[in-house]
C-alpha cells in the first residue's frame, strides 16, 4: 500500500482510504491516482496518462481534466496548503506529496480491516457520455471494483468545499439541529395585519442563516403552514426536523404582542417561551430577540464572525419596515409586481437597508422569468443586488438570488464564485449547495452537480419536496435515478412535465404523452409545458401542430428578449426529434451562447441524432466544448 498525507491507496483491493473511512472514487480515477503516486514527484505527462488509463479507446482531453478535478476535489491538499496533484502547464502532472509503501492497515485485534456494504445506488460518470449502473436491489461488497457512489455526498459531509480561488478541501460536521420557524399564527385575522405572520418567520429564518452549528428551514418550505394548526409530530415529520419554533402574534392599533416557544420534536418539551410586548414601530427589534433566544436555547457555540453578522442591522424607519415586511409576503403568494411596488417604496424611505436591495433583485428576476418581463428587469435585478452587496459584501441573500440570476441569463461562471464566497459564511447553507448544483449542470460539470445537489438534500430533506429537478442524474443517462430524484408534487407544471421527460427518454410513449398533457392543463403559460404539449402532438402523429407550438416560443422568447438556456436546449431537441433540422441547429446554437453548455450531456443526447451528420453540428459542438473546457479549468 502506498501512504500520503492521511490516505493509503491499496492498488490490490482498488481501494482509497483517509483514516479510518473509505473514500468514494472512480475506477478511472483511481487509475489517474495510481499512476501519478507510483511516478511519484516524477512529471507525469497527459500522453502517458491517456495511453495507461484508456489504451483500447478513444477519448477526449476532457476526460482527463473531469478526473483530476474529481481527484483534486477528493483528496484536498497537503499540509503544507498545495493540492496534492500539480498541473505542469501543457505537459501534465507531478504528484508532490511525499508517498510512502505500508501495510494495509490493521485493526487493533490484528485483523485486516474489511470494507462495509455500500449503497444500491452506483455509477461510474468519471468518463463524459460512459454511463454504467449497478442494478437496484444489488449490493457491492468488499472491493467489487468502487465506483463513484450517488451518495459520495457522505464523504463530502466530513470533508466538504471551502473555496479560495479554487477548489479546496474544507472539513466540516453536519449540523447538529434541524429547525423549522414556522408562519405565526394571528389571533385575529385580519387582511391589515395577516401579512406579519409569513414575514416575521422569514425575518427569523433569515437571520439564522448564518448560523453554521444549524439547519433551518427555508421560508419556502414553511410557507404552506401560514394556516394551518400546530401539530408537532406531522410538521416536524414532514419537514424533518428536530426542532420547531411555532409562534403567534396580536397587533392592537400600535401595540404588538408576540409569543414564541421553542419545542424539542421527540421530547415535545418546550426548550424556551418568550412573549414580546412591544410597540409595532419596534418591529425590527422582534428578529434579533427571537433569534437570539433561539441561540440560547439550542446552547449552539458561534464564532467571532457570526456573532458579528447576527448583531450586523441597521435601523430602519418602521414604515420602510413594514413595506419590507409586506413585499416578502407577496412574493410568497406568487404577485411579484406587487411585491416589486412595495419593496421599491421600501428602499425609497430606506436605501442604505441590504436585504430590501436583495428581495428586490430577487422580485426583478422572478418576474422576468415567470412572467416574461423582460431583459430590463434583469438588469434592474442586477443593481439590486450589487446595491446589497455593496452595503453588506456577505450576505447570503443577496449572494444565492444574483447567482441564481447569473445562471439564468447565460452568465454561470459568474455564479460560482458569488456561491463559493458565500459558503465562506456557512459552509452547510443547503441553498447554497443547491444553487452550486444548479450551476454545475449549465457548466456541463455533471457529477460535481450531482454531489453539490444530493448533499444540499442531505443538509435538508425538504429540498427535494420543494425544489426542481435534479437534472445532472438525467444528463449522464440515469433516467430511473432522474425519476426517483424528482419530488412527489403531482400539482406542479414543472415536475410533472419532467416525469413525462424521463418517461420519453425511456421510450414510454403513452406515459410521456399522459404527463405532457397533464402539464399544460397545470400551466398552459410554462414554457416547459408547452415543449411537452409539442413531443406529445409528436407522439400522435401530429408533427406539423407541435412544430407550431414550438415557432411560437421561439419567436415569444426573442421578442421579450428573455428565456432559460436549458429550456433553449429543451425547444432544439424538440425541434430536431420532430424533424426540423435547421430550426434544432439555430436554437441549439442560440442555447450554448445564451449559457447552457453542458458539453458531456450533448455528447450522447439520442434527441440530436437527426442533427449529429450537419456540418453546423460539428461548429455548434466545439463551441460548446471550449466554454465547458474553459469553466471547468476555470473551477475545478
Not at 154 to 163: S, T
Not at 196 to 201: K, N
Not at 289 to 297: H, R, W
Amino acid at each position: 500500500m502506498y501512504q500520503f498525507g492521511d490516505f493509503y491507496l491499496d492498488p490490490e483491493n482498488h481501494l482509497l482510504k483517509c483514516g479510518d473511512s473509505s473514500v468514494s472514487v472512480t475506477p478511472k480515477a483511481f487509475e489517474v491516482l495510481l499512476i501519478l503516486v507510483e511516478n511519484g514527484n516524477r512529471l507525469t505527462t497527459k500522453e502517458e496518462l491517456m495511453r495507461k488509463v484508456w489504451p483500447d479507446s478513444f477519448v477526449e482531453e476532457a476526460n482527463l481534466t473531469v478526473n483530476i478535478s474529481a481527484l483534486r476535489k477528493l483528496l484536498g491538499e497537503t499540509s503544507d496548503g498545495r493540492p496534492y496533484i500539480e498541473t505542469v502547464p501543457k505537459k501534465g502532472y507531478r504528484f508532490v506529496a511525499a508517498v510512502s509503501v505500508t501495510e494495509q492497515p490493521r485493526t487493533s485485534d490484528g485483523e485486516y480491516r474489511q470494507e462495509v456494504e455500500m449503497p444500491r445506488a452506483v455509477l461510474d460518470v468519471a468518463t463524459p457520455g460512459r454511463m454504467a449502473v449497478v442494478g437496484r436491489g444489488k449490493t457491492l461488497r468488499r472491493f467489487a471494483g468502487p465506483l463513484v457512489a450517488l451518495l459520495a455526498i457522505l464523504a463530502a459531509a466530513v470533508g466538504y468545499f471551502g473555496y479560495r480561488g479554487r477548489l479546496i478541501s474544507k472539513r466540516s460536521t453536519m449540523p447538529a439541529h434541524r429547525l423549522a420557524v414556522l408562519p405565526f399564527q394571528n389571533l385575529r385575522p385580519n387582511t391589515e395585519s395577516d401579512f406579519l405572520g409569513y414575514s416575521l418567520a422569514d425575518a427569523v429564518i433569515t437571520k439564522l442563516g448564518y448560523v453554521s452549528e444549524l439547519t433551518v428551514r427555508p421560508s419556502y418550505a414553511v410557507q404552506k403552514y401560514k394556516t394551518q394548526a400546530l401539530d408537532i409530530r406531522r410538521l416536524a415529520n414532514e419537514l424533518n426536523v428536530d426542532t420547531l419554533l411555532a409562534g403567534t402574534f396580536l397587533r392592537e392599533a400600535d401595540d404588538l404582542r408576540v409569543t414564541c416557544q421553542l419545542i424539542e420534536v421527540k421530547t415535545q418539551n418546550i426548550l424556551w417561551k418568550g412573549e414580546f410586548d412591544l410597540k409595532y414601530d419596534n418591529l425590527l427589534t422582534l428578529q434579533d430577540s427571537v433569534a437570539n433566544q433561539i441561540i440560547t436555547g439550542l446552547a449552539l457555540t458561534l464564532s467571532p464572525s457570526e456573532k458579528a453578522l447576527l448583531k450586523r442591522d441597521r435601523v430602519i424607519s418602521p414604515l420602510a419596515y413594514e413595506y419590507y415586511l409586506r413585499g416578502i409576503d407577496l412574493y410568497a403568494t406568487g404577485d411579484f409586481p406587487m411585491a416589486i411596488r412595495m419593496l421599491e417604496k421600501s428602499v425609497e424611505l430606506a436605501p442604505e437597508y441590504s436585504l430590501t436591495w436583495a428581495n428586490l433583485g430577487k422580485s426583478y428576476t422572478a418576474n422576468a422569468s415567470f412572467q416574461f418581463g423582460g431583459g430590463e428587469q434583469y438588469q434592474q435585478a442586477q443593481r439590486a443586488f450589487e446595491r446589497a452587496l455593496t452595503l453588506q459584501p456577505d450576505q447570503i441573500d443577496a449572494r444565492i438570488y444574483m447567482a441564481n440570476m447569473f445562471t439564468d441569463t447565460g452568465r454561470v461562471e459568474k455564479a460560482v464564485p458569488l456561491l463559493r464566497d458565500a459558503l465562506k459564511t456557512n459552509p452547510n447553507h443547503a441553498e447554497i449547495h443547491w444553487e452550486l448544483g444548479y450551476a454545475y449542470r449549465f457548466g456541463g460539470m455533471l457529477r460535481e452537480s450531482v454531489m453539490e445537489s444530493e448533499y444540499a438534500r442531505q443538509l435538508d430533506p425538504v429540498v427535494k419536496l420543494t425544489s426542481s429537478a435534479l437534472n445532472a442524474y438525467f444528463y449522464l443517462g440515469q433516467y430511473d435515478r432522474f425519476l426517483e430524484s424528482l419530488p412527489p408534487a403531482e400539482d406542479s407544471a414543472l415536475i410533472v412535465f419532467y416525469r413525462g421527460f424521463g418517461y420519453y427518454y425511456q421510450k414510454s410513449l403513452d406515459d410521456a404523452a399522459k404527463h405532457f398533457d397533464r402539464a399544460v392543463e397545470l400551466d398552459r403559460s410554462l414554457l416547459q409545458a408547452q415543449i411537452g404539449k409539442a413531443l406529445s402532438l409528436g407522439i400522435r402523429h401530429r408533427a406539423m401542430d407541435g412544430l407550431g407550438i414550438l415557432r411560437g416560443l421561439e419567436t415569444r422568447i426573442n421578442q421579450r428578449g428573455v428565456g432559460d438556456a436549458e429550456a433553449k436546449y429543451k425547444i432544439a431537441q424538440a425541434y430536431a426529434v420532430l424533424g426540423e433540422k435547421q430550426a434544432a441547429l439555430r436554437v441549439f446554437r442560440a442555447s450554448i451562447e445564451s449559457g447552457f453548455f453542458a458539453y458531456p450531456y450533448f455528447l450522447n443526447d439520442p434527441l440530436l441524432d437527426s442533427i449529429r451528420t450537419d456540418p453546423d453540428f460539428r461548429r455548434i459542438m466545439d463551441a460548446a466544448k471550449q466554454r465547458h473546457q474553459g469553466f471547468a479549468s476555470a473551477f475545478f
